[in-house]
T-cell receptor, first 116, second 108 residues
């Protein structure tokens, strides 16, 4: 199956700092990638859709100035959590779909962010 | 508001038995349906996709789709302890909509 990687797998940062998370599609091109957040024992929450070469589309309630998304190439999307606070501590997961008839979506391994 | 509904569980099934996971969705025009497995602390992993009415089998897994009833299910035969996980149902419209997942516990 398709492979999506994320880096870093975990990160601890201090309140007020910014953290960048990378999402790469390793063996296919992805014009679209999705960013999710998952709190413990809760479901996936779609944060935004990352579009190569254009602005990201954010879901209702997600602050675009706080969660900066850049989709600079067909294999790389980045999510930057700016001025992180403890309530931003979560599991951040990206995914990329194989576009076509199937539209199967493949997830990266996730990044666990802890803000102290 | 398009919705995907799943029973949160936990669903407890004896080892070797058949586990049956169910999902309903609200949008009649949905075309693509997926089942993902998520182990605790890990990201979801695609298990099955199904696009037309009927059954689709892959090893111990069978996905069933009934578009008239807006219902999709996943059967796991010969359940193993390693099948213990949360199973997410997902439906595609203009984007993928996930259910909240059903926790499955296989009893040794």
């Amino acid at each position: 199956g398709a492979v999506v990687s994320q880096h870093p797998s975990w990160v601890i940062c201090k309140s007020g700092t910014s953290v960048k998370i990378e999402c790469r599609s390793l063996d296919f091109q992805a014009t679209t990638m999705f960013w999710y957040r998952q709190f413990p024992k809760q479901s996936l929450m779609l944060m935004a859709t990352s579009n190569e070469g254009s602005k990201a589309t954010y879901e209702q309630g997600v602050e675009k100035d706080k969660f900066l998304i850049n989709h600079a190439s067909l294999t790389l999307s980045t999510l930057t959590v700016t001025s992180a606070h403890p309530e931003d501590s979560s599991f951040y997961i990206c995914s990329a779909p194989l576009v076509g008839n199937s539209y199967e979506q493949y997830f990266g391994p996730g990044t666990r962010l802890t803000v102290t | 508001q398009k919705e995907v509904e799943q029973n949160s569980g936990p669903l407890s099934v004896p080892e070797g038995a058949i586990a049956s996971l169910n999902c309903t969705y609200s949008d009649r025009v949905s075309q693509s349906f997926f089942w993902y497995r998520q182990y605790s602390g890990k990201s979801p992993e695609l298990i099955m996709s199904i696009y037309s009415n009927g059954d689709k089998e892959d090893g111990r897994f069978t996905a069933q789709l009934n578009k008239a009833s807006q219902y999709v299910s996943l059967l796991i035969r010969d359940s193993q302890p390693s099948d213990s996980a949360t199973y997410l149902c997902a439906v595609r419209d203009d984007k993928i909509i996930f259910g909240k997942g059903t926790r499955l516990h296989i009893l040794p």
